[in-house]
T-cell receptor, first 115, second 115 residues
């Protein structure tokens, strides 16, 4: 079965610093991977997705992620954190299940950005 | 703008008193999902509708039911809420059930409190 593991339930960075949120996956088939963001009391919004094309994926709000098969990783980065980036971030993998492909989410990483 | 709407945003119910949460969409998507998200946890898929076809997850309690009277609306019914059912309930839609190819769009969620 497919799964994702997010290392670090809480990450804190200074405004302007590099953001690095870690995600490792386990998949028996070539994975489709996603990063979602959830602002307080809101639903999830897709940041970016990897669908076996380019290994470096650019998303919205200046985020990007690099797929590394050798490391089974799909870490999310942003060069310079902004206060508005404070949110919960979920890594997800598409998992075959009963004739369709459902999303399996990681436990999430809460990003805090301080001045 | 096309969107996923959930009503109410906050719902308080009493232990054992049936409650219904509502979701509507203007995206004309074929699939509607219900997720349960407990505090600081990943969203957990409860069930989904593919058109009129209801698909229950194996570990979803019988206490949770759903209805989809038409393409635009989907309801989550909790027949006898327990304290453990307090959570954020997220509705999502997608064009198809293939999460590899089609993004899921999430509503803002309904936060359920059980007293």
């Amino acid at each position: 079965a497919q799964s994702v593991t997010q290392l670090g339930s809480h990450v804190s960075v200074s405004e302007g610093a590099l953001v690095l949120l870690r995600c490792n996956y386990s998949s028996s088939v070539p994975p489709y991977l996603f990063w979602y963001v959830q602002y307080p009391n809101q639903g999830l919004q897709l940041l970016l997705k990897y669908t076996s094309a380019a290994t470096l994926v650019k998303g919205i709000n200046g985020f990007e992620a690099e797929f590394k098969k050798s490391e089974t990783s799909f870490h999310l980065t942003k060069p310079s954190a902004h206060m508005s980036d404070a949110a919960e971030y979920f890594c997800a993998v598409s998992s075959p299940s009963g004739g369709y492909n459902k999303l399996i989410f990681g436990a999430g990483t809460r990003l805090a950005v301080h001045p | 703008d096309a969107m996923v709407i959930q009503n109410p945003r906050y719902q308080v119910t009493q232990f054992g008193k049936p409650v219904t949460l509502s979701c509507s969409q203007t995206l004309n998507h074929n699939v509607m999902y219900w997720y349960q998200q407990k505090s600081s946890q990943a969203p957990k898929l409860l069930f989904h509708y593919y058109d009129k076809d209801f698909n229950n997850e194996a570990d979803t309690p019988d206490n949770f039911q759903s209805r989809r009277p038409n393409t635009s609306f989907c309801f989550l019914d909790i027949r006898s809420p327990g304290l453990g059912d307090a959570a954020m309930y997220l509705c999502a839609t997608s064009r198809t059930r293939d999460s590899r190819g089609h993004e899921q769009f999430f509503g803002p969620g309904t936060r359920l409190t059980v007293l």
